[in-house]
């Protein structure tokens, strides 16, 4: 799978509704057919830093999305709320989707 991770810095203006603007882009891409997850969070440290969690099914899928007209829509108004140039991680992994962590598991009580 194709997995990013970008963490954005948003102008504090925008941090509160970061996540009402990029809604649309959200749905659209969680709705595409190659999109395994697309999760955001916001910092406990930074209230104006946000990192977003994807992965793709293929380097096929990623393309497909890169290049569809909502990502054009969503980098535009992404743009218009950003505080500097996202931080990014794009890699290939072996898997499908998130696997347990083998160290921790819930104690029974």
Same mark, same amino acid.
């Given at each position: &799978?194709?997995?990013?991770?970008?963490?954005?810095?948003v !102008?504090? @203006?925008?941090?509160?509704?970061?996540? @009402?603007?990029?809604?649309?882009?959200?749905r659209?891409? !969680?709705? @595409?057919?190659?999109?395994?997850?697309?999760?955001?969070? !916001? +910092?406990?440290?930074?209230?104006? =830093?946000?990192?977003?969690? @994807?992965?793709?099914?293929?380097?096929?899928?990623?393309?497909?999305?890169v290049? +569809?007209?909502?990502?054009?829509?969503?980098?535009?108004? &992404? +743009?218009?709320?950003?505080?500097?140039?996202? =931080?990014?991680?794009?890699?290939?992994?072996?898997?499908?989707?998130?696997? !347990?962590?083998?160290?921790?598991?819930?104690?029974? +009580?």
């Amino acid at each position: &799978m194709i997995f990013i991770a970008v963490k954005f810095t948003v !102008r504090p @203006e925008h941090a509160d509704t970061w996540l @009402e603007r990029t809604a649309e882009f959200t749905r659209a891409t !969680r709705a @595409e057919p190659g999109n395994l997850f697309y999760e955001w969070s !916001r +910092s406990v440290d930074d209230p104006n =830093q946000f990192v977003l969690l @994807e992965a793709f099914a293929s380097p096929e899928a990623g393309a497909a999305h890169v290049n +569809s007209d909502h990502f054009k829509a969503g980098m535009e108004t &992404m +743009s218009e709320a950003i505080a500097e140039v996202p =931080q990014i991680i794009n890699t290939e992994i072996e898997g499908d989707d998130w696997s !347990r962590m083998a160290e921790l598991s819930p104690k029974n +009580s």
